[in-house]
C-alpha cells in the first residue's frame, strides 16, 4: 500500500520560518513549449520543452495577536527563501522567490484568512 501525505504534514516556510496559521501551500511547475509541427505534417502537434518557471501561494489564519498586519504587507517586493517539505526525510523543496502579493479577507463573525502568492526566481530544487 502507497504512504500518502496528509496535508497537516506539508510545511511553507518563508526564509526559514514556518507561516504561521498555515491553512493551505502550493507549488506549481511548468515549462513553455515551442510547437515543432506544420500544419501541413498532418492532424496531430509536436512540442519541444522550454525553459521552466514556478510560482507558489500560500493560504494561512492571520492570529489575532503575535506578527502584525503591517509586516504581512511589507513582504510584498521582497525576495526571500521558499521551502516547502514533508515529514519524510530529504522530502524538501526551495528555492529563491519575489513575494507577488498578499491578501487578507474575512466575513463578521467569521476568522482573517491571509494569502501569500510567490513568483519564483530562478531554479526550484
Known amino acids: 500500500m502507497a504512504t500518502v501525505i496528509h496535508g497537516r504534514n506539508l510545511i ?6 514556518a507561516i504561521a496559521g498555515a ?3 502550493e507549488i506549481s511547475v511548468k515549462c513553455d513549449k515551442t510547437e515543432t509541427a506544420s500544419p ?3 492532424t496531430w502537434r509536436t512540442f519541444l520543452a522550454g525553459r521552466k518557471e514556478w510560482s507558489g ?3 494561512h489564519l492571520i492570529p489575532a495577536s503575535g506578527t502584525p498586519l503591517k509586516s504581512d ?5 521582497q525576495i526571500v527563501t521558499l521551502t516547502m ?3 519524510m526525510p530529504g ?3 526551495s528555492g529563491s522567490a519575489i513575494v507577488e502579493q498578499w491578501s487578507a479577507s474575512g466575513a463578521v463573525g467569521s ?3 491571509g494569502s501569500f502568492s510567490f513568483c519564483g526566481n530562478g531554479p526550484l530544487s
Open 12 to 17: 511553507i516556510k518563508m526564509n526559514g520560518t
Open 23 to 25: 491553512k493551505s501551500c
Open 40 to 42: 501541413s505534417t498532418g
Open 57 to 59: 501561494s500560500c493560504g
Open 73 to 77: 504587507t511589507e513582504m510584498v517586493g
Open 85 to 87: 517539505q514533508t515529514d
Open 91 to 93: 522530502d524538501t523543496i
Open 111 to 113: 476568522l482573517v484568512n
